[in-house]
């Protein structure tokens, strides 16, 4: 018998093997999973984005209504209303945009603030909305189209106060794009003489 040096002892090749199977076992799996994932990889899912809305002016304090100063719109908030006057109504973020008007046939350049902003205002935004007019006219806006596009509470048009002949003092207006805005399914959706807005329940 071949003599073994003090503290070296013989290796047992049975035992080697053995202790060696799980870590190449492991190894194994690992690579197939790595193969596997590269051949087929998961497609990635984008959300889109909705567009961003370009504000010319940021909001401003809200000034107090002054005694005897006309109410322009009236938001109705759950049990109580919000009422704002113009001035209210211009302190908020406004947009401006400029696009061809269907009804009187004309492009025209509108400032005023979006029904996001208004419908946020009144604590209902992402609800579709149902807009009124003094004359007895309503419609409904679906929020999809509210909430991705400035479609606007417009109460400025070239520069000046929207006069009456013009569909003011306060009109919906919506952007030039997308162009379904601008085709006989919008139509009513261009409210004129705007007095009250509301969530439809």
Same mark, same amino acid.
């Given at each position: 018998?071949?003599?073994?040096?003090?503290?070296?002892?013989p290796? *047992?090749?049975h035992?080697?093997?053995r202790?060696?199977?799980?870590?190449l076992?492991l190894?194994a799996?690992i690579s197939?999973?790595l193969? =596997?994932?590269?051949?087929?990889?998961?497609p990635?899912q984008?959300?889109?984005r909705?567009p961003?809305?370009?504000?010319?002016r940021?909001a401003?304090p809200?000034?107090?209504?002054r005694p005897?100063e006309?109410?322009?719109l009236?938001? *109705?908030?759950g049990q109580?209303?919000?009422?704002?006057?113009?001035?209210?109504?211009r302190?908020m973020?406004?947009?401006?945009?400029?696009?061809p008007?269907?009804?009187?046939?004309?492009?025209?350049t509108?400032?005023?603030?979006t029904?996001?902003?208004?419908?946020?205002? =009144?604590?209902?935004?992402?609800?579709?909305?149902r807009?009124y007019a003094t *004359?007895?006219f309503?419609?409904?806006?679906?929020?999809d189209?509210?909430? *991705?596009?400035?479609?606007?509470?417009?109460?400025?048009?070239d520069?000046?106060p929207?006069p009456a002949?013009?569909k =003011?003092?306060?009109?919906?207006?919506?952007?030039?794009?997308?162009?379904r805005?601008?085709?006989?399914?919008y139509?009513s959706?261009?409210?004129?003489?705007?007095?009250?807005?509301?969530p439809?329940?």
């Amino acid at each position: 018998m071949p003599a073994r040096l003090p503290g070296v002892f013989p290796r *047992n090749p049975h035992q080697d093997r053995r202790s060696s199977w799980p870590r190449l076992t492991l190894a194994a799996l690992i690579s197939a999973v790595l193969v =596997g994932a590269q051949a087929t990889p998961a497609p990635l899912q984008f959300k889109p984005r909705p567009p961003a809305f370009e504000y010319v002016r940021a909001a401003q304090p809200t000034p107090r209504a002054r005694p005897g100063e006309r109410v322009a719109l009236t938001i *109705n908030a759950g049990q109580t209303d919000l009422k704002l006057t113009l001035a209210q109504l211009r302190a908020m973020p406004a947009v401006r945009y400029t696009t061809p008007h269907p009804q009187l046939k004309k492009t025209i350049t509108y400032e005023g603030v979006t029904l996001r902003d208004l419908a946020a205002r =009144g604590g209902f935004a992402g609800k579709d909305l149902r807009l009124y007019a003094t *004359n007895g006219f309503a419609s409904t806006i679906r929020a999809d189209d509210y909430m *991705n596009w400035p479609v606007m509470l417009a109460y400025q048009a070239d520069g000046a106060p929207i006069p009456a002949l013009q569909k =003011g003092p306060l009109t919906v207006v919506l952007p030039a794009t997308p162009e379904r805005f601008h085709t006989g399914e919008y139509s009513s959706a261009w409210v004129w003489f705007v007095e009250r807005l509301a969530p439809v329940k």
